[in-house]
């Protein structure tokens, strides 16, 4: 093996041999969230419902497209007239 080889070798095993145990290192449990009102908890605490804003995001983003191809349809024929 050449030098510069046997450098990234080196390094490399150096690197895997500090990272992994930090990696495989276990966690507690999750603190209990309370809240006996018969309601689910809130973990974490801003609940935010992802599906209303989703949907809107969508719809958003198809009528930006549609628009954008809309836009390059007229461009095209304007460029036909004008030719």
Do not use: H, R
């Not at 309601?39 to 198809?62: E, R």
């Amino acid at each position: 093996m050449n030098k510069s080889m046997k450098k990234l070798l080196a390094t490399f095993s150096f690197v895997l041999l500090f990272s992994i145990p930090s990696v495989l290192q276990a966690q507690g449990p999750p603190p209990n969230p309370g809240g006996g009102n018969g309601k689910p908890p809130c973990f974490p605490p801003p609940c935010i419902p992802i599906d209303g804003g989703l949907s809107w995001l969508l719809l958003a983003g198809a009528a930006y497209g549609g628009k954008k191809v809309f836009d390059s349809k007229n461009k095209e024929s304007e460029e036909e007239i004008k030719a």
